[in-house]
């Protein structure tokens, strides 16, 4: 087996700790992953807390998600991040969250969410200014990550493969990038963008 290169791995455990800092991987909650250059990904490990990630908390798995080490387990949602790196050739970093904005509000609202007049609707591709709108999918959670993965799927092929993200119902957020500060990026500025929705519904008359 190819050792995975040491800079993917501090990227992912820092990502790790940047997304612990605000509250966004409670628990063992959450999951990272970035593609290699030889069509690997290196993703988390189950089980451990993604604001102190070991150096050996991060596994080799190939782009159908099976590990490289068959006595290694990687997270439960890996399908989910290889159903992204197949879809996008230029994704190479996924981020999987469960902040209380995100997984508060895909409990209030049907099968999508739109988020419009926000500045930060920049940091998604195509929108130069906040005169925009983006509709972010929401989508019931499954145990069964197979069927959760066909939902996903089933929603790019509908038209939201132009949305580098989604929400889970109950669950979190997914978000990618062409790199790992690009999905960080994306990731901190959809979360404010969430934030400021919920706390909209809760001043509301």
């Given at each position: 087996m190819t050792p995975l290169p040491g800079a993917a791995v501090e990227a992912i455990r820092a990502a790790g700790r940047r997304m612990d800092a605000r509250g966004w991987v409670p628990a063992t909650a959450g999951n990272i992953s970035f593609r290699l250059s030889d069509g690997r990904v290196a993703i988390t490990r189950s089980g451990f807390h993604k604001g102190f990630i070991p150096e050996d908390g991060v596994m080799a798995v190939d782009l159908d998600g099976r590990p490289e080490d068959a006595a290694l387990r990687p997270s439960a949602e890996t399908g989910l991040h290889c159903s992204v790196f197949r879809r996008f050739p230029e994704a190479r970093a996924v981020l999987h969250?469960?902040?209380?904005?995100?997984?508060?509000?895909?409990?209030?609202?049907?099968?999508?969410?739109?988020?419009?007049?926000?500045?930060?609707?920049?940091a998604f591709p195509g929108l130069p200014t906040h005169e925009a709108a983006i509709r972010l999918p929401v989508l019931d959670n499954d145990q069964d990550i197979a069927c959760l993965q066909a939902?996903?799927?089933?929603?790019?092929?509908?038209?939201?493969?132009?949305?580098?993200?989604?929400?889970?119902?109950?669950?979190?957020?997914?978000?990618?990038?062409?790199?790992?500060?690009?999905?960080?990026?994306?990731?901190?500025?959809?979360?404010?963008?969430?934030?400021?929705?919920?706390?909209l519904r809760r001043l509301r008359p």
């Amino acid at each position: 087996m190819t050792p995975l290169p040491g800079a993917a791995v501090e990227a992912i455990r820092a990502a790790g700790r940047r997304m612990d800092a605000r509250g966004w991987v409670p628990a063992t909650a959450g999951n990272i992953s970035f593609r290699l250059s030889d069509g690997r990904v290196a993703i988390t490990r189950s089980g451990f807390h993604k604001g102190f990630i070991p150096e050996d908390g991060v596994m080799a798995v190939d782009l159908d998600g099976r590990p490289e080490d068959a006595a290694l387990r990687p997270s439960a949602e890996t399908g989910l991040h290889c159903s992204v790196f197949r879809r996008f050739p230029e994704a190479r970093a996924v981020l999987h969250g469960h902040s209380v904005a995100a997984t508060t509000l895909s409990r209030l609202v049907g099968d999508g969410i739109t988020l419009a007049g926000y500045e930060l609707l920049k940091a998604f591709p195509g929108l130069p200014t906040h005169e925009a709108a983006i509709r972010l999918p929401v989508l019931d959670n499954d145990q069964d990550i197979a069927c959760l993965q066909a939902r996903v799927e089933h929603a790019w092929d509908a038209g939201a493969a132009t949305i580098p993200g989604y929400l889970i119902r109950g669950h979190g957020v997914y978000v990618w990038g062409a790199d790992m500060p690009g999905a960080l990026l994306r990731l901190e500025a959809l979360e404010f963008m969430l934030a400021c929705e919920l706390e909209l519904r809760r001043l509301r008359p």
